[in-house]
């Protein structure tokens, strides 16, 4: 694995835009060892700086390289935290972190956009991110497992790139994202209208404006994408995200058989994310 540091700057690939606008570039800005610009992140964390090919956004991406195979885990996290979330939040540390880097599977724990919700930009951003990793580091596989808003994004972006996705692990998540903005905005201020107002302004607009683009990036309406190995799971009495909208996924998918869906008696919204079964699941089917 061949570290760089300092400034690099490769185009990688030309996305296509309309003729008109001409092609635009997803570049690396810069790849060291993630401990120079974030103390405290072990040696062997590269931190991989890049330019989207959408309004040169600038964002970044943690990897810790496999050490037994071509297969990564692909880690987005939760609304309000950053791309470092599994490295540095002590309980997805011990309990995520360490039995997938035991098990020789590499990371990929993407900062996306902040709360971007898998909106089209983050997604596109991933896609990317995914075809370097195969260019740039030999990747083979890629396995999806995260939570929350992580795992929301897990599920539409499998219905987006299924080709992308190996397996898929979504803990706690949303399965139709118009619903759930209109189920938060009626909520009093707190984190749920929190959650509604920064999925609106990553969409460009409420589900009323962008009907379109929410049903699309909805993977309850795009169940027949979700081909792929799928691990589901929710807490009965999830005050963060309402129980109905991952049992009305699993019940779209209930007679395809590629899907395990556990629902957690009295668990709130971090219980399916500790819940051992899922960690089992992953490395269960990590070289299937």
């Known amino acids: 694995m061949c570290l760089f540091r300092g400034r690099l700057r490769i185009n990688l690939y030309s996305m296509k835009k309309p ?3 001409g092609p635009a ?9 993630a401990a120079d610009s974030m103390p405290g992140l072990g040696p062997d964390i590269i931190r991989v700086d890049y330019v989207s090919a959408h309004a040169s956004f600038s964002d970044w991406a943690l990897l810790a390289p496999p050490a037994k ?46 709360n971007a919700w898998m909106a089209p930009e983050a997604a ?13 580091h030999q990747a083979g596989r890629f396995l999806f497992f995260s939570g929350s808003m992580g795992g929301t994004s897990n599920l539409i972006y499998a219905t987006l790139h299924p080709e992308d996705c190996a397996l898929v692990a979504a803990m706690g998540a949303a399965t139709d994202l118009a619903a759930y903005y209109h ?6 201020p707190g984190i749920q209208r ?5 999925i609106a302004q990553s969409y460009g607009g409420t589900p009323t404006e962008k009907p379109d683009v929410y049903r699309k990036h909805s993977p309850l309406f795009s169940a027949d994408k979700l081909t792929m190995p799928l691990y589901l799971s929710h807490g009965e009495k999830d005050a963060l995200m309402p129980v109905e909208q991952m049992r009305a996924l699993a019940g779209r998918l209930a007679k395809k058989g590629n899907a395990t869906y556990v629902e957690i008696k009295d668990g709130n919204h971090d219980s399916p994310c500790f819940h051992p079964p899922a960690m089992e699941w992953l490395l269960q089917n990590a070289g299937k």
């Not at 570039?25 to 060892?33: G, I, L």
């Not at 997805?92 to 996306?112: F, H, M």
């Not at 189920?183 to 009093?188: P, S």
Request: aromatic share 8%; charged share 25%.
């Open 194 to 198: 929190q959650i509604a107002s920064a």
């Open 183 to 188: 189920w938060g905005r009626q909520h009093k």
């Open 69 to 114: 195979s071509r297969t990564w885990v692909v880690f987005l996290h939760g609304h309000g935290s950053r791309g470092d979330q599994i490295f540095t939040k002590p309980d997805l540390r011990e309990k995520w972190l360490r039995p997938i880097r035991g098990s020789g599977l590499g990371v990929a724990a993407c900062n996306l956009r902040g």
């Open 124 to 136: 596109e951003d991933l896609h990317a991110l995914l075809r370097w990793l195969r260019a740039a």
């Open 25 to 33: 570039r997803f570049a690396m800005q810069r790849m060291a060892p």
């Open 19 to 21: 003729e008109s606008a």
